[in-house]
């Protein structure tokens, strides 16, 4: 039963508490309404314990085919529509913000939400750069906010029963791990060779969209889906799914308050236009003090996309397409009720917004995501500089070279700033 009291024990529950609390339903802001941002809006719709009342983006598109979907979804002409996030943030009927925004935004975006006192579904990584994550997290903490990663495998029972076998010990002492993420440049959004500078359209807020990026001229290429491509907004593939399977691959071993103490990586820049400058293909080697070394691949050809663990007695391989073993007969384990278990999620995004009612912690909380990209920052750096990066796992440094500590952050243009 979800009681005034409980919500009192947060620093915030303005919205709920304003509505009369118990209540049934989140209300829901989304921010940032294009490729993921629209799958958000249609995630949330279908959750009754949300009611999305509000869409944000600069873009006035897909601003507009947000609202649409979610007036379509309740019948009715009531979504509210915002150009900038702070009209949001500054709303106490709204429960807790979505933000589906390029990299580069993350880190001011979240931490205002926070001292706006919402709570945040973040996509992933969590942050363009490790200090913003670190600042991400602080910020959670400080206003005691519900947050969630959309590193949405862990509620997935695929992935937990494969992290289940591991831990449990069915491989043994596991001695190698290799992950597999894609690689090269996508073109999304068929533009790349549009890397003229040109007028943005009227419907692109451009300015804004830019943020606390440096200034820089328009070119389609530049912005929506192929953002990712360009080391002032994204981390290129390496980045974009650090989130998912290396988030598995530490998740089977413990690993969630822990990391490596050496990454090197190597990578490739192709010049597909004048603009892309993000490693296209790339090979990372995070050696950890345990033991083992985990081998983050971005040729698909070496290493199947997936988190693939190698121990004394066998191995296990999972993906979103399937589990697989050898000896297979690792699958058909029984873990006995002494057995390690993790946790049973409802659904990534229902048990977001299940821990917002109960005020309990979910599956991907900022510091989980942040330990979990670590290893992608670090590969970045280290392909960016050209040396190993020896890392102090337990007070997040770089060990003995400023020129890569420097890495771990960026200027912000100003007027923003992450706290």
């Known amino acids: 039963m979800l009681t005034r009291r409980r919500f009192a024990r947060s620093c915030f529950a303005p919205a709920l508490l304003l509505r009369g609390m118990p209540s049934a339903q989140v209300s ?96 992933k990584p969590i942050a363009h750069h490790f200090a913003d994550g670190q600042a991400i997290r602080e910020a959670v903490r400080r206003y005691r906010r519900v947050w969630q990663t959309g590193s949405w495998q862990r509620s997935l029972p695929l992935f937990r029963r494969a992290c289940e076998l591991v831990r449990n010990g069915c491989l043994g002492r596991v001695t190698r791990v290799e992950v597999g993420l894609p690689g090269g440049y996508n073109d ?17 807020d451009y300015q804004r969209w830019l943020g606390p990026a440096p200034d820089a001229p328009y070119a389609p290429a530049r912005v929506h889906k192929n953002w990712r491509y360009l080391l002032d907004y994204g981390g290129g593939l390496l980045l974009d799914w650090i989130g998912h399977h290396m988030d598995i691959a530490h998740w089977g071993l413990g690993l969630d308050d822990s990391g490596p103490v050496e990454v090197s990586g190597r990578g490739t820049f192709p010049r597909v236009n004048r603009l892309w400058n993000a490693p296209a293909m790339y090979h990372v080697e995070a050696k950890y003090a345990q033991g083992f070394t985990i081998v983050i ?123």
Request: proline content about 7%; glycine content about 10%.
């Open 188 to 204: 999304f959004e068929g533009n790349a060779k549009l890397d003229t500078p040109c007028a943005p359209p009227p419907t692109l």
């Open 297 to 419: 691949e971005g040729d698909e050809s070496i290493i199947p996309r997936g988190t693939k663990w190698i121990g004394e007695r066998g191995w296990l391989w999972v993906d979103r397409s399937g589990i697989d073993a050898r000896p297979r007969s690792i699958l058909d384990t029984r873990l006995g009720p002494s057995a390690e278990r993790l946790p049973v999620s409802s659904g990534h995004h229902r048990q977001f917004l299940e821990s917002v009612l109960s005020r309990g912690e979910t599956l991907t909380p900022p510091g989980v995501a942040l330990r979990s990209a670590a290893p992608g920052y670090l590969g970045l750096i280290s392909i960016l500089t050209g040396r190993a990066i020896r890392w102090d796992p337990a007070r997040e440094t770089i060990i003995g070279d400023g020129e890569a500590s420097r890495l771990l952050s960026r200027p912000l243009r100003a007027p923003w700033k992450l706290l």
């Open 28 to 123: 829901i802001a989304c921010i940032g309404t294009g490729w993921q941002g629209m799958n958000n809006v249609r995630s949330f719709l279908a959750e009754p314990l949300a009611r999305v009342v509000a869409v944000c983006d600069i873009d006035s598109e897909h601003r507009g085919e947000a609202r649409a979907a979610v007036n379509e979804k309740y019948g009715n002409s009531d979504c509210l529509a915002f150009h900038e996030f702070d009209e949001v943030f500054a709303r106490r009927d709204i429960d807790a913000v979505v933000l589906s925004l390029p990299d580069h935004w993350h880190g001011a975006a979240s931490v205002r939400a926070a001292a706006a006192g919402k709570d945040v579904y973040g996509e």
